[in-house]
């Protein structure tokens, strides 16, 4: 199996100063250490003139995460008018500006907390979009789930580097497109969703790939953005898999070396590759929480 793609129009960069900073300590030894641990940051989301929410985020794209945030959050629409989109670092804010005004103050005052880390949340009527969701018939060959979980496995990323992260990744059959990361994983998904808002990239013929747990808000949000097929190395939640199976998309778990389970929408599922030619999980690349679930 090939590594990740070079035309990967958007990958995790380790290296960048600003992501993670070293730590001095003590191993298992007693030795000194001195490793890279993750950075986190707050980010104030602004629409308009309102004051949203302030997230902890690794700071990278923070464009992306603001766009993704509202337009998950159901306070943006898939057709509304961006005509801004301003970020200080010095003042860590970021403000979008759309051609109609709004005005959420109800909504804030409904939001609840979700399982997701980082202060994660959903307002009351977050599935009032997905009355009118259609995904489409895409297929999933094991061949492609193989090869896609094993490029995005093998590349270099924040999580390889430091750890106290999560990915989302994009991707069209075995091809990862965008790799986004960040220590909430409902940040690296709201990422992801903004990318494809600015870019005007349909989710149709996509897979979307998560570290994370699938749960409702997961199986919710890869919805919204029109994905048929939602793969994790993690498990399921009971309402995951039952919102999975209620709006048709396919839903893979515990995707490892040779094994996966799909609880909605195996119909998808093309099984074409040969299992005596796929590795077993490697302990190098096993995330956190991979032993227990």
Known sequence: MTQLDPGLLVRPDPHDPRLTQRVAGVNEAGDRVEIPVTVERSLTLYLNAQEIVT????????????????????????DDVVTGVDYDEDLSVV??????????EDKLKKRTQTSGCAQGTAFGDLMEALDRAALPPAPLHTSWLY??????????????????????????????????????????VDKIAGWMFRNRESGADKIFYTTGRLTSEMVIKTVRMGIPILVSRSGFTAWGVELARQYGLTLVGRARGKRFVALSGEERIVFDQDLAYVDEDSAKHRRKGSADD
Not at 99 to 104: G, H, I, L, S, Y
Request: hydrophobic share 40%.
């Open 95 to 104: 403000v979008v500006r759309t051609q109609e005004q709004t005005n959420f």
């Open 55 to 78: 997230m902890m985020t690794i700071g990278d794209y923070p464009e992306e995460l603001a766009i993704g945030y509202l337009l998950n959050q159901n306070m943006l629409k898939p």
């Open 147 to 188: 090869r896609l979980t094993h490029a995005v496995n093998t590349t270099p990323s924040l999580y390889l580097e430091a750890g106290a992260i999560h990915g989302c990744v994009l991707a069209r059959q075995d091809r990862p497109l965008v790799y986004m990361e960040d220590v909430g994983r409902h940040n690296a």
